[in-house]
């Protein structure tokens, strides 16, 4: 319970807030006396209650599949931009943008369209980064699970740090919310996806010890996101609490058991309970003794010992590093564990392997027209007219296992020959050597808008790949001194651009 200095602190909080609704959180009493004891003293509270109540940081990824570091802060700093490093990320920055652009959506801005960025707060950079700490690059790591994958954060981060390489499977329950995540793939030029729509208690039977990473940022509290949504512990209660642990658990089975021996598992949330966390963690430690094993992450960045436990997972309260709250545990599995396989969903599988001659025309028109090599590690296969590039160690679950989406659709097969799609655009754009055409600010603004452009010296004629400060953003026509824009009708928008244009 609050000592009396404490109910004092917390009571002028609650006034307040009564006067600002929407700018300062509601904080129940109880949840306050939950948290007292983890917490440890009064001072640390009151420090936790101003936290709360501060403006949380705007915070962004570079997405380095279309960007490179050095590139985006030398743009950064021409706009004025101030980036301040998040130590656990190294593509992460805290954002401070100029006062007058501070009310400007950073949303609209040309480089956020053009994939350069992800809009993502500091503290779930974490998970991402805890999963593949010393692993990535290496050949141990070629089957990834995202198991609560929407709205895409952490997945294009996974994809980045991957370079596009291995599989990464993005699954999401929500139908709409897999529409999100779809949209942020493509913005971002993910192409080794594979996105499924399933509860993720299945994983552990349908794919027994199929990957060799599994992340599952399990839906939670999100108590740790009071300082981007003041409603957030408007509702908050105990029997909420274990209802959610109940199913984090079931998750964590299911996690498991999808992962190989050898495998990294990371569990992470949003939220700050012991019941949510830790206790979810040792329950999986202690059903599984011999078989887990617990990897501290106190070393994972310079200041982690500050949000350390006992165990070595990391428990993030706000005041920590002024970002949300957060938990990250990393686990690693020693011995295997299998389970009765259980019924998979399949469903009909629609694709066939491209044929040869289907291949080499393929392969023919894109080195012609854009000097594009298809990438390795990819497999082309067709449905219909279309041709699409699916990740190579795909290959063995195609028809085991129902994906909704899987890696790109690249071309679609006309009577004149092939058209590369604008998905493929935007994932392979920067590796093309001929067919560019870079836009200018202006120029860009208008084909987000859906107009065709008109230029005073003809472009090239044909097929074009539209460029914005090296990044992809689509494709067009080339008609005498017009440029046909081929910008897909859903992608069409009316706004103005802000910030760099």
Wanted: aromatic share 10%.
């Amino acid at each position: 319970m609050f000592t009396a200095k404490a109910k004092i602190a917390y009571n002028a909080c609650a006034f307040i807030q009564s006067g600002f609704p929407m700018q300062h959180p509601v904080i129940p009493q109880a949840y306050l006396d939950k948290v007292t004891p983890l917490l440890g003293d009064e001072a640390t509270l009151r420090t936790f209650i101003d936290y709360c109540q501060r403006p949380l940081r705007r915070s962004i990824r570079v997405n380095t599949l279309k960007i490179t570091l050095p590139d985006f802060t030398e743009r950064a700093q021409k706009q004025g931009w101030q980036l301040e490093a998040v130590p656990w990320c190294k593509e992460g920055f805290w954002l401070q943008r100029p006062a007058e652009q501070e009310n400007l959506p950073l949303g609209n801005t040309a480089e956020f369209l053009a994939g350069m960025f992800y809009i993502q707060e500091a503290s779930s950079m974490l998970p991402p980064v805890a999963l593949l700490a010393g692993e990535s690059g290496t050949t141990d790591i070629s089957r990834v699970l995202d198991m609560a994958a929407a709205p895409g954060s952490k997945t294009t981060q996974l994809s980045a740090s991957m370079n596009n390489q291995g599989l990464l499977v993005a699954n999401e329950l929500s139908s709409s919310r897999l529409k999100v995540l779809n949209a942020s793939l493509q913005r971002m030029g993910a192409m080794n996806v594979a996105m499924s729509h399933f509860e993720g208690q299945v994983f552990g039977q349908w794919l027994p010890e199929g990957f060799d990473a599994v992340l599952l940022d399990a839906p939670c509290g999100g108590e740790g996101t009071v300082r981007k949504d003041p409603l957030a512990l408007q509702n908050w209660s105990e029997a909420a609490l274990h209802k959610l642990a109940a199913v984090q658990k079931e998750l964590m089975d299911s996690a498991f058991h999808a992962l190989r021996p050898g495998g990294v598992l990371v569990y992470s949330t949003c939220t700050l309970s012991v019941e949510e966390n830790q206790q979810v963690v040792n329950a999986l430690l202690n059903r599984y003794p011999q078989a887990l094993v617990v990897e501290s992450l106190a070393g994972l960045f310079d200041g982690a010992d500050k949000a350390v436990t006992p165990e070595g997972y990391l428990h993030v309260w706000p005041q920590l590093f002024d970002s949300e709250g957060f938990f990250v545990a990393r686990l690693r599995k020693t011995q295997s564990r299998l389970r009765p396989e259980r019924q998979k969903r399949t469903g009909k599988f629609p694709y066939v392997p491209a044929a040869r001659q289907q291949t080499d025309e393929i392969c023919h028109y894109l080195q012609r027209t854009f000097g594009l090599v298809l990438p390795e590690q990819h497999r082309l296969f067709k449905r219909d007219n279309d041709f699409w590039l699916f990740p190579s160690p795909l290959l063995e679950w195609m028809g085991q296992f129902r994906f909704d989406r899987m890696g790109i659709k690249l071309v679609t097969a006309h009577r004149q020959g092939f058209r590369l799609t604008h998905e493929a655009a935007i994932a392979l754009g920067k590796q093309a050597v001929t067919g560019r055409y870079e836009l200018s600010p202006e120029q860009l603004e208008s084909y987000y808008q859906g107009k065709d452009l008109f230029v005073e010296v003809p472009p090239p004629q044909g097929e074009l790949l539209l460029m914005f400060a090296g990044c992809a953003v689509g494709l067009g026509k080339g008609l005498n001194n017009r440029i046909k824009n081929s910008l897909p009708r859903d992608l069409v928008r009316d706004g103005r651009l802000v910030g760099w244009v």
